[in-house]
């Protein structure tokens, strides 16, 4: 893995196109810029950069981890500007990689012996690098107390693109042998409620079985959850339920197919072989979803149509994704979203109990930034498969 010191040499290199002036930006010497450069090509086991006239130009192969290391710092540049402080600027040059891994993990747990723990160093080193980045940037990052440390706003801000850059650089050596014209770099999609999930999965193989050096990733999380990840950048869509007149105006939210919500239970309840009402299952015990979400609103909605209060036996709330397993389990009632494709998929230990409603269906998004900072060829490949699929 490359420290984010070399990284900022490639990419004042890069970006200059001329050690001497690279060296100037960096306020080093150009035989330091040039032994750092002959050390990142050596661990690389690629050469970055080629002559052209006086120019230091990328080669084909190198096109990648240059583009990639630019990228990153432009990052740090944001961020700094973001974060302001009184040194702020001094984060382009001092920031390492050990200073984002602790930050993460003390804003996780707000505890430096957690931290620590979690990490796997002393809670005194932990300690003296949060005061060692409070120091670069200028400013207090963390309120000290005795429960531990409550991490600032301005924490959550350099949180968050810390994890964007330690998975930006974690992917820096698989694009060392990206094939000509493929795809390459991060992508991460966010994950609600709906039953095709497993179309996400199933896009991701596509895009690597054909593109390789994209590295795809999956964060599962309610919609609240999901829309600040989306917001700074931890991910680059998310699907699930649409939300009917709550998009929010700096994100664009494409329909991808309707499903139907339905309710299940195992196959032991003894109203199975029935056709029940709202009224009959009013009493039996119910797993429901959590307040606010789609399903939650629906039953609601239909408990409300019929006149009657929502079941009072219920059992704690559950992830959607887990409901199947709880309902089988337990023998009380859920709530999920079904397509044509799941709904003959189900568990054998389940059945869909046929009750009658007044509306059950629920549109699936895909939700993006309107306008994103930079272009993301895996994001539009991913979006474009997704759509093809659920079609």
Not at 53 to 63: E, H, I, N, Q, W
Not at 172 to 201: H, K, M, Y
Not at 217 to 231: F, I, T
């Given at each position: 893995m490359l420290s984010l010191q070399q990284i900022r040499m490639v990419s004042?290199?890069?970006?200059?196109?001329?050690?001497?002036?690279?060296a100037d930006a960096l306020a080093v010497s150009t035989a330091t810029l040039l032994r750092h450069m002959k050390a990142v090509e050596?661990?690389?086991g690629l050469k970055l950069f080629g002559r052209s006239g006086s120019l230091a130009v990328p080669t084909f192969s190198g096109r990648p981890i240059v583009e990639s290391c630019i990228a990153i710092s432009q990052e740090i540049a944001d961020v700094q500007k973001q974060i302001g402080g009184q040194r702020a600027a001094s984060l382009g040059n001092h920031l390492s990689l050990k200073h984002l891994n602790v930050l993460l993990a003390v804003v996780e747990t707000q505890n430096?012996?957690?931290?620590?723990?979690?990490?796997?160093?002393?809670?005194?080193?932990?300690?003296?690098?949060?005061?060692?980045?409070?120091?670069?940037?200028?400013?207090?990052?963390?309120?000290?107390?005795?429960s531990g440390l409550t991490p600032s706003s301005k924490a959550f801000i350099l949180a968050r693109t810390a994890r964007r850059i330690l998975a930006d650089v974690d992917a820096l050596p698989r694009l060392v042998s990206a094939d000509p014209g493929s795809l390459s770099g991060r992508l991460i999609v966010g994950v609600s409620s709906f039953s095709q999930q497993v179309l996400v999965a199933e896009c991701f193989q596509e895009i690597t079985r054909h593109h390789?050096?994209?590295d795809c990733q999956s964060w599962s999380g309610n919609y609240r959850l999901l829309c600040m990840a989306l917001r700074?950048?931890?991910?680059?869509?998310?699907?699930?339920?649409?939300?009917?007149?709550?998009?929010?105006?700096?994100?664009?939210?494409?329909?991808?197919?309707?499903?139907?919500?339905?309710?299940?239970?195992?196959?032991?309840?003894?109203l199975v072989?029935?056709?029940?009402t709202l009224s009959d299952l009013v009493h039996s015990r119910w797993i429901l979803p959590p307040k606010g979400t789609p399903p939650r609103r629906f039953i609601e909605r239909e408990f409300n149509a019929?006149?009657?209060?929502l079941p009072q036996n219920i059992l704690r709330a559950v992830p959607f994704g887990a409901v199947n397993s709880t309902v089988a389990r337990s023998?009380?009632?859920?709530?999920?979203?079904?397509?044509?494709?799941?709904?003959?998929?189900?568990?054998?230990?389940?059945?869909?109990?046929?009750?009658?409603?007044?509306?059950?269906?629920?549109?699936?998004?895909?939700t993006l930034v309107r306008d994103p900072v930079r272009a993301n060829p895996a994001l539009d490949l991913f979006v474009q498969l997704l759509a093809q699929t659920v079609q």
């Amino acid at each position: 893995m490359l420290s984010l010191q070399q990284i900022r040499m490639v990419s004042a290199l890069g970006l200059n196109g001329s050690a001497g002036v690279a060296a100037d930006a960096l306020a080093v010497s150009t035989a330091t810029l040039l032994r750092h450069m002959k050390a990142v090509e050596a661990r690389l086991g690629l050469k970055l950069f080629g002559r052209s006239g006086s120019l230091a130009v990328p080669t084909f192969s190198g096109r990648p981890i240059v583009e990639s290391c630019i990228a990153i710092s432009q990052e740090i540049a944001d961020v700094q500007k973001q974060i302001g402080g009184q040194r702020a600027a001094s984060l382009g040059n001092h920031l390492s990689l050990k200073h984002l891994n602790v930050l993460l993990a003390v804003v996780e747990t707000q505890n430096a012996t957690a931290a620590g723990v979690a990490l796997g160093i002393s809670q005194p080193a932990i300690s003296k690098t949060i005061l060692q980045l409070e120091t670069i940037a200028g400013l207090s990052l963390f309120l000290r107390n005795q429960s531990g440390l409550t991490p600032s706003s301005k924490a959550f801000i350099l949180a968050r693109t810390a994890r964007r850059i330690l998975a930006d650089v974690d992917a820096l050596p698989r694009l060392v042998s990206a094939d000509p014209g493929s795809l390459s770099g991060r992508l991460i999609v966010g994950v609600s409620s709906f039953s095709q999930q497993v179309l996400v999965a199933e896009c991701f193989q596509e895009i690597t079985r054909h593109h390789r050096m994209v590295d795809c990733q999956s964060w599962s999380g309610n919609y609240r959850l999901l829309c600040m990840a989306l917001r700074g950048g931890e991910i680059d869509c998310f699907v699930g339920m649409m939300r009917p007149n709550s998009t929010p105006d700096d994100f664009l939210e494409t329909k991808l197919c309707t499903e139907e919500f339905k309710l299940i239970t195992s196959k032991e309840h003894p109203l199975v072989h029935d056709k029940p009402t709202l009224s009959d299952l009013v009493h039996s015990r119910w797993i429901l979803p959590p307040k606010g979400t789609p399903p939650r609103r629906f039953i609601e909605r239909e408990f409300n149509a019929k006149g009657l209060s929502l079941p009072q036996n219920i059992l704690r709330a559950v992830p959607f994704g887990a409901v199947n397993s709880t309902v089988a389990r337990s023998g009380a009632i859920g709530i999920i979203s079904a397509s044509a494709n799941t709904a003959t998929t189900l568990s054998s230990e389940l059945h869909i109990l046929n009750v009658e409603f007044e509306s059950v269906q629920c549109d699936v998004a895909v939700t993006l930034v309107r306008d994103p900072v930079r272009a993301n060829p895996a994001l539009d490949l991913f979006v474009q498969l997704l759509a093809q699929t659920v079609q």
